[in-house]
């Protein structure tokens, strides 16, 4: 199993930024698929998870109104779309196989939320 992911920076407050993850070698139309996140010094949170046909997502409630979630099952990919960004965000993401945050990650995207 193979997980990339993109579109990490550094972003000012209210902000957004949209990260991709790309992923091979794993029955991705079949599974759901998670973004988790590691913040400094903190362990690991999850963020939000998708159903293998996207007709459900769910969200962690620090991020509920702000982030979506999506997928696009021909290229393998699924996406998380970040609005408002707070400082709080400031975390290396990563995308997951699977619900919650056991599955197997990527190597992560950088996103910081500074001024």
């Known amino acids: 199993v193979q997980l990339v992911e993109s579109g990490g920076g550094l972003v000012q407050p209210g902000g957004s930024l949209r990260l991709s993850c790309a992923v091979s070698g794993f029955m991705f139309t079949y599974n759901w698929m998670s973004w988790v996140r590691q913040a400094p010094g903190k362990g690991l949170e999850w963020v939000s998870s998708?159903?293998?046909?996207?007709?459900?997502?769910v969200y962690a409630d620090s991020v509920k109104g702000r982030f979506t979630i999506s997928r696009d099952n021909a290229k393998s990919t699924v996406y998380l779309q970040m609005n408002s960004l707070k400082s709080e965000d400031t975390a290396l993401y990563y995308c997951?196989?699977?619900?919650?945050?056991?599955?197997?990650r990527g190597q992560g995207t950088q996103v910081t939320v500074s001024s």
């Open positions: 997951a196989t699977g619900y919650g945050t056991r599955g197997t």
């Open positions: 998708i159903y293998s046909d996207g007709s459900e997502t």
